[in-house]
């Protein structure tokens, strides 16, 4: 067993492994550090889920950062470390996050994320079958009562939700969200929290709500403490309410929760309880002048002048008049039967200012929560008095405080549950004779009015940006219609290959339009090993617009640098541009880290000239530019003169003076697409990089971003369902036809963003 548990009782964790081991810190690692018989000890700060490789090897990655205590000024004290094969689905199943870990039998590579992360520019590499061994010693939480807190600690804590702030964008990459606790003690905190993962932070849907807080950093500002996100930050949410249910709202897919915490939420739920007054109303108890919290389903929209338009109900009827905002429900989206059964229990709510937007993106079937709604009375001038002077209208104004916001609540969540039992019991109004085709539309017989509404809800993981006023056609009309043609479908992604999404990037030339595959790095080996072969030509170094230097490598090949720049490379050689002749692969790459821009280059008789096309032109960092060998006229590399003084160098330019089509990173997927009228294969292409909202060239070399696909693509099509289970996808596609046959190219579509889906304020 490669993963061994330790005894909380037993001690520190290094005095129950084997005592032959000897300790490395995190920041003393290099490449050329001894790891045999040496481990590495620190906290998973941490924990990704398990993943499967594309030859069915299993994979988990993990952060481990050492003690706080063990922290100096200076020094990297984080670190990626890969677990392979059955190692990582051990690791999965015994390690939480947070867990102490020993890890031994490690392996060092460079990581290729370091600059991204700012973590240790190596990282380790644990294969069971080269004897690695994890010991874990998992955490037994201890929490802080708020009144115990003192500033600059990482600390764990309960508390009841007293004030919060949806999250919302920073100008950075971040989310935040504001979150003020209290508990028994009476001291309140106030936490400002930032991620990356909008699910990452505490999903709260009202005052009153509990929270848990792990690794929570305590800070003085202002002369009063405050929480602040920490490495390993992790919150769960529990309803308030005595009797709640116990599950937590959280996006880990892992949380350590025990008979104590349970103890512990109750007690704060009863404390709570006697001192804490609820802000939710029903329609049926609400005043006029208050503000209150609504759980609701939405019936229908319309977009005003200045505002947006929500018809909602709760199952309850309100005991005052309310105010109707539109005679004619002509723009309203929704089901005109619907609106017709409820028209005595919905009111109508008008949304302002920051809110639209999300009110925009709500569909009818949604459940919310309406978050600070104000109820007052409708004002009317002594001109214009109307039988509406007294009726009741709902405003949701602008501005966050309070909570104010709109949220969806997922059909599972307690308050939905809760407010299912109030529409099934509610007492609607008959409908009269309606036309056959409206009730073809929407029969009213099939199940109770809210479960007709959810079936109108169909989330699209996608979003259209154009075209939306086309009708949608079926995929069985689109493979009927003649090429070309362009069409608006909702379909199903049944498979995509290839499985792996980095394996789709290509390079294609914007001239002849051919396609042509990421060249491994063994067949660049070989081409640059045939180069390193050729002899240097001694009357071809240093011309009056490059000086020459030769070095030689540890197996005494001779190497040529050609300078473009007459400054002093080795001060400034993040911006020098150099011509390299007889480098190897591995040795190009070693000098990108270092030059700003290489050009590999070999001798002819008369002048420097560029390697065959197949190799890259120009490399820059990761970045690798490559030419077209149909499309290029290439002699050599004199047209280089014209850019001795430039700093920097666009590769579109240096590749245009020396007579080279510059190829292009494109995407290549294709799409098995169902919408239970026909199937439909359809790629992407052109459109592919606006789709994802990534460059294909990024994808090429930042391993952070290719996993990023990976789950979006399990968004898109999630593993293991049925069909029936998978999401909808709103697109649009063009059929051409070629010598090769009909094809269909998906086009103006995007993945949905999670504001998109969630509609979270």
Known sequence: MPV??????????????PNHLQRIEIKKLTLDSECEDKYIKGHVVLKYPLNVLPNGRQMLKAVIQEHATQQSSSGIMSINAYFFGMLAK????????????????????KSPTANKDKRHPCQLELFEEKKATVYVQNPKYIYVPLN????????????????????????????????????????????????????????????????????????????????????GFSALTFDGRVGG???????????????????????????????????????????????????????????????????????????HPVWKVLEEEDILEGNAVLMYELQNLTVDVQVYDNHIEVAKSLKPGAYLRINNLHAKLHASTAKTQTSNENHLQFHLHGGTIYGRGIQVLPADSYDVQELKKKLESAEVRIHPNVSDSVLLDFSINEGTLHAQLER??????????????????????????KPPQKFRIR????????????????????????????????????????ASTRPLNLNLHNDFWYKTAVGCTKNKQQIAFH????????????????????????????????????????????????????????IQGKTCYYGCKNCSNVTDVRPLRQFVQQESWEAATIAQSLGIQLLQHVFLVKLELDDGTACLDAILWQDAEKFFRSLASEAEVNVALQEELERTMKTLCPPGKGFDELPWLDCCIMTYSTEDGVFNQIFDTVVAEETDILFNC
């Open 90 to 109: 051990d690791f999965s199943d015994a390690v939480k996050q947070g867990g102490i870990v020993v890890v031994t039998g490690f392996s060092l590579i």
């Open 245 to 319: 249910p116990v599950i937590p709202r959280t996006g880990s897919k892992s949380y350590h929760f025990v008979e104590e915490d349970q103890r512990m939420l109750e007690m704060l739920r009863q404390w709570a309880a006697s001192r804490c007054s609820p802000s939710e109303q029903n329609l049926s108890t609400v005043q006029p002048k208050q503000f209150f919290d609504l759980t609701c389903q939405l019936v229908a929209k319309a977009e005003l002048v200045k505002s947006v338009l929500l018809k909602v109900w709760d199952g309850t009827k309100c005991s």
């Open 456 to 481: 109108y809800q169909q989330q699209s993981v996608t979003v259209l940006t154009a075209h939306q006023h086309m009708k949608t056609t079926s995929l069985s009309n689109v493979k009927n219609c």
């Open 491 to 530: 379909a199903k992604l049944k498979s995509y290959e290839p499985k792996s999404l980095y394996q789709s990037v290509k390079r294609c030339c914007p001239k002849c339009r051919i396609l042509q595959e990421i060249p491994d790095d063994e067949s660049l080996a070989h081409l640059f090993q045939d």
């Open 563 to 618: 300078f473009l720049v007459e400054d002093d490379w080795e001060k400034d050689a993040e911006k020098t541009s150099v011509m390299v002749e007889r480098a190897s692969l591995n040795e190009i790459f070693q000098l990108s880290r270092r030059f700003g821009n290489i050009i590999p280059v070999t001798s002819s008789e008369e002048q420097l000239t560029l390697l065959d096309l197949s190799a890259p032109f120009l």
């Open 148 to 231: 115990e807190l003192k500033p600059g600690v990482v600390v764990n804590v309960y508390g009841v939700v007293t004030y919060y702030k949806h999250p919302f964008p920073t100008k950075g990459t971040d989310y935040c969200s504001a979150v003020t606790i209290m508990d028994q003690s009476g001291r309140k905190l106030s936490c400002t929290l930032f991620s990356d993962k909008l699910e990452a932070l505490p999903q709260i849907y009202k005052v009153g709500d509990i929270v848990r807080f792990h690794r929570i950093k305590t800070e003085r500002f202002q002369g009063e403490l405050k929480g602040v996100t920490s490495a």
């Open 4 to 17: 061994h548990m330790l005894s909380e009782g037993g001690g520190r964790a290094e005095a129950q492994i």
